[in-house]
């Protein structure tokens, strides 16, 4: 986590899922109990029942390891809303600075798709800004589909079923 508040993340202007897990449990992750009231939250995130705030869904938050190294997560919406289908998606993943361009991101995504299926998903969308490069790779290596472009974003449907 370090890595990603050396990038800024964590500050108040990033709204991300990472952003606000910093913000409010970055002090704590050092301490067994504090840290299992992480866990029981990111875990609590993917159940219809937890409240939330009406412009969120249900939501599986994924975390990549290599070994007992924590590379990044993937955040798998269950659903899409009108704001997550115009401009978010379904998912969207972050990797630490130091294991980028190894292909993490790429994994990461080709393993969220069999659990996508299990959640009913026949097709992520997966958005990424216009100039953001390693991202469009990362989509197209899985199989994603650009639809269109809308303002900085492009919409891309990666399908979660295996093409034969």
């Known amino acids: 986590m370090a890595e990603f508040r050396a990038e800024g993340r964590g500050a108040p202007e990033d709204d991300s899922w ?46 990549w390891v290599d070994g007992d190294e924590f590379v990044g ?11 997550l289908l ?9 990797v630490r600075p130091s294991a980028r361009r190894r292909g993490h991101a790429s994994a990461m995504l080709g393993a969220a798709l069999p659990i ?6 026949e097709q992520l969308l997966v958005t990424c800004d216009t100039d953001n490069t390693a991202s469009r790779s990362v989509i197209e290596r899985n199989g994603g589909v650009l639809e269109d472009r809308r303002g900085i974003k492009l919409r891309y449907w990666v399908p979660c079923s295996p093409t034969s």
Do not use: K, Q
Request: charged share 30%.
């Open 116 to 121: 996508a299926r299990g959640l009913g998903i």
């Open 86 to 94: 115009e401009s978010n998606g379904h998912v969207g993943y972050d």
């Open 73 to 83: 997560r993937l955040t798998l919406r269950h659903r899409l809303n009108p704001w």
């Open 18 to 63: 990472l952003g606000r897990d910093i913000r409010v449990y970055g002090g704590e992750w050092d301490e067994p109990e504090p840290f299992g009231r992480f866990v029981r939250h990111v875990r609590s995130l993917a159940l219809d029942e937890t409240p939330r705030p009406p412009e969120h869904v249900p939501t599986t938050i994924l975390w």
